[in-house]
């Protein structure tokens, strides 16, 4: 995986051949004519209707997933919340019935002295989820609204946060062996509850956001203001 | 149709449009985005054997993942195992069928679908498959690739065995199984299987035609 070594492989067109007398400093495959089968990545000529080589419908952009990407993120913060505040289990012990939130849950692994744990728990319920929210919310604006951030690490937090984003799903699994495994009555008995759905749309949203944004939009935007960061 | 034959040496990066030029790249390398870092092509290492090889080892070691029972409580004298799709089936029949459904789909659906499509596609390549209805069902399954390897959860179930391990060590005794064994082995076998996939790779195929 030698991956630095790789980068300087690879230069912008532009440099290589230049089309023009002043060649742009980054040349785009829509000022090219040319543009990515969204289904397969084969290049493609941007005058044609379907892709060469899966037929699928041809787009140069989507400007209406800057809006979609919004609108799935908006509804995930408000899940969150609900998912932050509602019980996501509860436990009986011994006659005894208490309900864990996602925090309280965690402040209990703390007081009982499983640190390692309470880390990937507390990384997986609450850190992700949040970090993912705000990530991609700071991402939408720097579109919609042209803040000037650095693209190039705008695009490392948005690969980040698609990478990290399914860890979320942790919490549900651990909830669902919990579930299964203890059921004896009275004794000690554990039941999901309100909050377990509201996490598992959390993750599906968030998901859903990163997954239909066109990045492409970002780089655009700025490219008009000779930005090059 | 021939205008695009000049273009074969440019590729876009998928994040940022940008184009540039492809060169051959020296094995185990991968060629990034000079502007935004997107990983843009690795080199084309994919075999047909070594995954079909890899594909048969995880079906056989998915039967006892989902079939053998992965946790195992003692509590004052009882005893309660669970599978991964019980542990799943438990969630759905206490009402919360969307948790049910997610952890279904990440830990059991999923990895099958993604085991039987790329054997389904290796098998095409590797028997050559002209037919129009297996270049159509091959070209399918490459479609719709990347939404089922999304959705393949294996390594987090198996950090999740852990944390509710020691979750429930609180208040009993944990064992684990031999289905603890298989299913840690068949996410072992999906990790190869799928570093030794390439999708690029797998499209190149239909291109030939």
């Given amino acids: 995986m030698s991956i630095d070594q790789s980068t300087a492989a690879n230069k912008p067109v532009s440099q290589v051949m230049p089309r023009s007398e002043n060649p742009p400093k980054h040349l785009q495959g829509n000022q090219l004519g040319l543009c990515l089968c969204s289904v397969c990545k084969k290049l493609n000529v941007t005058r044609n209707s379907h892709c060469r080589r899966c037929f699928s419908p041809l787009s140069t952009r989507n400007y209406a997933s800057v809006q979609q990407s919004w609108a799935l993120l908006v509804t995930a913060t408000i899940l969150l919340v609900l998912a932050n505040i509602y019980p996501i289990t509860l436990l009986t012990n011994r006659g005894v019935v208490t309900n864990d939130t996602i925090f309280s849950g965690i402040s209990h692994l703390v007081q009982t002295g499983m640190f390692p744990i309470a880390i990937i728990v507390f990384t997986a319920s609450i850190l992700v989820p949040w970090l993912k929210i705000f990530g991609l919310a700071t991402y939408l604006a720097a579109i919609s609204f042209n803040l000037p951030i650095s693209k190039r690490k705008l695009m490392v937090g948005f690969h980040i946060i698609e990478w990290i984003g399914r860890w979320s799903m942790l919490d549900l699994f651990v909830i669902s062996l919990t579930v299964a495994l203890v059921n004896m009555g009275q004794l000690l008995d554990a039941k999901p509850a309100p909050a377990a759905t509201a996490f598992a749309l959390v993750i599906l949203l968030t998901q859903l956001a990163a997954k239909v944004l066109d990045t492409r939009l970002l780089w655009d935007r700025l490219e008009k203001k000779h930005d090059t960061n | ?209």
Wanted: charge should be negative.
């Fill in chain 2, 1 to 209: 149709m021939h205008e695009l034959d000049d273009h074969d040496s440019i590729i876009l990066c998928r994040s940022c449009d940008l184009a540039v030029t492809k060169r051959a790249l020296p094995s185990s390398a991968r060629a990034i985005c000079p502007r935004c870092d997107t990983v843009l092509y690795d080199s084309p290492y994919c075999s047909i054997n070594g995954m079909l090889a890899l594909c048969l080892a995880a079906l056989i070691i998915f039967i006892p993942a989902n079939l053998l029972p992965v946790l195992e409580i003692h509590f004052l004298g009882s005893v309660r195992t669970t599978t991964v799709i019980e542990a799943a089936i438990a969630v759905w029949a206490q009402g919360y069928w969307v948790v049910g459904l997610a952890v279904l789909v990440a830990a059991v659906i999923a990895p099958a679908v993604l085991i039987l499509s790329i054997l389904a596609q290796v098998i095409i390549v590797k028997l050559k498959l002209q037919r129009s209805f297996w270049q159509r069902t091959y070209t399918t399954l490459l479609k719709n690739q990347g939404l089922i390897a999304q959705m393949t959860m294996l390594e987090i179930y198996v950090i999740s065995f852990l944390v509710s391990a020691f979750q429930l060590s609180d208040f009993s005794d944990v064992f684990f199984g031999m289905g603890t064994f298989s299913f840690t082995m068949l996410f072992v076998i999906i990790l190869f299987l799928q570093r030794e996939y390439n999708l690029e790779h797998m499209w190149s195929y239909v291109d030939e035609h």
